[in-house]
Protein backbone atom coordinates (compact mmCIF):
# COMPACT_ATOMS: atom_id res chain seq x y z
CA UNK A 1 0.00 0.00 0.00
CA UNK A 2 1.15 3.49 -1.11
CA UNK A 3 0.29 6.38 1.35
CA UNK A 4 1.05 10.20 1.19
CA UNK A 5 -0.18 13.72 -0.36
CA UNK A 6 -0.73 13.74 -4.29
CA UNK A 7 -0.15 16.59 -5.77
CA UNK A 8 -0.52 16.92 -10.13
CA UNK A 9 3.03 18.11 -11.48
CA UNK A 10 4.14 19.16 -14.75
CA UNK A 11 2.67 17.44 -17.78
CA UNK A 12 -0.23 16.41 -15.10
CA UNK A 13 1.79 13.82 -13.83
CA UNK A 14 0.81 12.31 -10.62
CA UNK A 15 3.40 12.98 -7.84
CA UNK A 16 4.19 11.63 -4.71
CA UNK A 17 4.92 14.54 -1.58
CA UNK A 18 5.85 11.66 0.95
CA UNK A 19 5.51 8.09 0.80
CA UNK A 20 4.95 4.71 3.25
CA UNK A 21 5.47 1.38 1.26
CA UNK A 22 4.10 -1.28 3.52
CA UNK A 23 5.76 -4.55 2.88
CA UNK A 24 2.85 -7.25 3.23
CA UNK A 25 4.03 -10.86 2.21
CA UNK A 26 3.16 -11.98 -1.30
CA UNK A 27 3.02 -14.67 -3.36
CA UNK A 28 4.53 -15.16 -7.31
CA UNK A 29 4.50 -17.97 -9.18
CA UNK A 30 6.66 -19.41 -11.95
CA UNK A 31 5.60 -22.01 -14.57
CA UNK A 32 8.22 -24.07 -16.84
CA UNK A 33 7.69 -26.84 -19.16
CA UNK A 34 9.54 -30.57 -19.30
CA UNK A 35 8.90 -33.92 -21.63
CA UNK A 36 8.99 -36.97 -19.64
CA UNK A 37 8.34 -40.55 -20.12
CA UNK A 38 6.82 -42.75 -17.47
CA UNK A 39 5.04 -45.47 -15.89
CA UNK A 40 2.33 -46.77 -13.35
CA UNK A 41 3.26 -49.83 -12.89
CA UNK A 42 0.16 -51.54 -10.95
CA UNK A 43 -2.50 -49.28 -12.61
CA UNK A 44 -5.40 -50.76 -13.85
CA UNK A 45 -5.53 -48.59 -17.06
CA UNK A 46 -3.18 -47.62 -19.82
CA UNK A 47 -0.99 -45.49 -17.60
CA UNK A 48 0.63 -49.08 -16.48
CA UNK A 49 2.34 -48.94 -19.81
CA UNK A 50 5.57 -46.72 -20.97
CA UNK A 51 4.01 -43.32 -21.65
CA UNK A 52 4.91 -39.14 -22.01
CA UNK A 53 3.53 -36.26 -21.36
CA UNK A 54 4.13 -32.63 -21.76
CA UNK A 55 4.47 -31.73 -17.67
CA UNK A 56 4.42 -28.25 -16.27
CA UNK A 57 5.60 -27.32 -13.51
CA UNK A 58 4.61 -24.62 -11.27
CA UNK A 59 6.15 -23.01 -8.39
CA UNK A 60 5.20 -20.82 -5.90
CA UNK A 61 6.97 -18.41 -3.65
CA UNK A 62 5.92 -16.02 -0.99
CA UNK A 63 8.21 -13.36 0.62
CA UNK A 64 8.24 -9.85 1.16
CA UNK A 65 8.63 -7.58 -1.69
CA UNK A 66 12.12 -6.34 -1.39
CA UNK A 67 12.35 -2.46 -1.17
CA UNK A 68 16.23 -1.67 -1.78
CA UNK A 69 16.46 1.21 -4.38
CA UNK A 70 20.09 0.01 -5.89
CA UNK A 71 19.08 -3.60 -5.91
CA UNK A 72 17.81 -5.27 -9.45
CA UNK A 73 15.47 -6.54 -7.64
CA UNK A 74 13.88 -3.62 -5.99
CA UNK A 75 9.73 -4.29 -5.56
CA UNK A 76 10.25 -7.68 -6.66
CA UNK A 77 9.68 -10.51 -3.94
CA UNK A 78 12.52 -12.69 -6.30
CA UNK A 79 13.47 -11.99 -10.11
CA UNK A 80 11.41 -14.64 -11.87
CA UNK A 81 14.76 -15.51 -14.23
CA UNK A 82 16.70 -16.51 -11.09
CA UNK A 83 13.41 -18.81 -9.73
CA UNK A 84 13.05 -20.08 -13.10
CA UNK A 85 17.36 -20.74 -13.05
CA UNK A 86 16.97 -22.67 -9.60
CA UNK A 87 14.46 -24.99 -10.90
CA UNK A 88 16.10 -25.61 -13.91
CA UNK A 89 19.02 -26.66 -12.37
CA UNK A 90 17.41 -28.65 -9.66
CA UNK A 91 14.61 -30.21 -11.08
CA UNK A 92 13.75 -29.57 -14.74
CA UNK A 93 16.93 -30.04 -16.47
CA UNK A 94 17.32 -33.77 -14.70
CA UNK A 95 13.95 -34.60 -15.63
CA UNK A 96 13.56 -33.42 -19.01
CA UNK A 97 13.21 -36.15 -22.04
CA UNK A 98 13.96 -38.49 -19.03
CA UNK A 99 12.12 -41.39 -18.09
CA UNK A 100 11.35 -41.42 -14.91
CA UNK A 101 11.05 -44.51 -13.31
CA UNK A 102 10.35 -46.06 -9.85
CA UNK A 103 13.19 -47.97 -8.43
CA UNK A 104 10.71 -51.30 -7.70
CA UNK A 105 9.45 -51.17 -11.48
CA UNK A 106 12.87 -53.59 -12.09
CA UNK A 107 11.99 -55.02 -15.62
CA UNK A 108 11.63 -51.34 -16.63
CA UNK A 109 14.86 -50.54 -14.96
CA UNK A 110 16.56 -53.27 -16.16
CA UNK A 111 15.39 -52.60 -19.95
CA UNK A 112 16.51 -48.70 -20.13
CA UNK A 113 20.23 -49.82 -18.18
CA UNK A 114 20.49 -52.03 -21.32
CA UNK A 115 19.87 -48.11 -23.72
CA UNK A 116 23.46 -46.76 -24.10
CA UNK A 117 23.65 -42.98 -22.59
CA UNK A 118 19.62 -43.58 -21.84
CA UNK A 119 18.39 -40.87 -19.52
CA UNK A 120 17.15 -42.23 -16.75
CA UNK A 121 15.93 -41.14 -13.26
CA UNK A 122 15.29 -43.81 -11.15
CA UNK A 123 12.68 -42.72 -8.27
CA UNK A 124 12.02 -43.77 -4.66
CA UNK A 125 8.65 -43.73 -5.16
CA UNK A 126 6.02 -44.37 -8.25
CA UNK A 127 6.25 -41.48 -10.84
CA UNK A 128 2.71 -40.54 -10.06
CA UNK A 129 1.87 -36.41 -10.46
CA UNK A 130 1.26 -36.39 -6.60
CA UNK A 131 4.88 -37.75 -5.74
CA UNK A 132 6.74 -35.61 -8.48
CA UNK A 133 5.07 -32.53 -7.10
CA UNK A 134 6.26 -34.00 -3.81
CA UNK A 135 9.45 -34.47 -4.85
CA UNK A 136 10.44 -31.32 -6.49
CA UNK A 137 9.04 -29.60 -3.45
CA UNK A 138 11.28 -31.55 -1.18
CA UNK A 139 14.14 -31.26 -3.65
CA UNK A 140 13.47 -26.82 -3.89
CA UNK A 141 12.22 -26.14 -0.32
CA UNK A 142 15.67 -25.25 0.92
CA UNK A 143 17.06 -23.75 -2.32
CA UNK A 144 14.84 -21.31 -2.49
CA UNK A 145 14.64 -20.77 1.30
CA UNK A 146 15.33 -17.19 2.38
CA UNK A 147 17.72 -16.55 -0.83
CA UNK A 148 17.24 -12.70 -0.44
CA UNK A 149 16.81 -12.21 2.93
CA UNK A 150 13.30 -11.47 2.79
CA UNK A 151 11.87 -14.33 4.53
CA UNK A 152 11.61 -16.38 1.19
CA UNK A 153 9.60 -19.76 0.88
CA UNK A 154 8.62 -22.45 -1.10
CA UNK A 155 5.02 -22.86 -0.86
CA UNK A 156 3.55 -24.66 -3.76
CA UNK A 157 4.75 -27.00 -6.33
CA UNK A 158 1.97 -28.10 -9.06
CA UNK A 159 2.87 -30.20 -11.39
CA UNK A 160 0.55 -30.79 -14.62
CA UNK A 161 0.37 -34.21 -16.17
CA UNK A 162 -1.70 -32.86 -18.56
CA UNK A 163 -3.69 -29.40 -19.08
CA UNK A 164 -6.25 -30.94 -17.12
CA UNK A 165 -4.81 -33.18 -14.33
CA UNK A 166 -2.29 -31.69 -12.21
CA UNK A 167 -1.37 -32.03 -8.28
CA UNK A 168 0.11 -30.06 -5.65
CA UNK A 169 2.49 -30.39 -3.11
CA UNK A 170 1.36 -27.40 -0.57
CA UNK A 171 3.86 -26.56 2.90
CA UNK A 172 0.80 -26.71 4.94
CA UNK A 173 0.55 -30.63 3.67
CA UNK A 174 4.05 -31.26 4.94
CA UNK A 175 5.09 -32.36 8.84
CA UNK A 176 6.61 -30.11 10.83
Known amino acids: ?9 KAGLLQFAAFQLITDPMQITR ?10 PNHQSQCRHMHG ?10 GETIEALEDPANGMVMDFSEVKALAMRHVVDL ?7 WRE ?16 VVL ?8 LARIAF ?10 YGN ?12 PNCWADAHRDDRPG
Open 1 to 9: MVSGAAGEG
Open 31 to 40: RLEFDAGHRI
Open 53 to 62: HRYAIEITLS
Open 95 to 101: WDHAFLA
Open 105 to 120: DRAVVAFLATLPNHKT
Open 124 to 131: DRVPTAEN
Open 138 to 147: ETLDSVYRDT
Open 151 to 162: HLRLECVRIFET
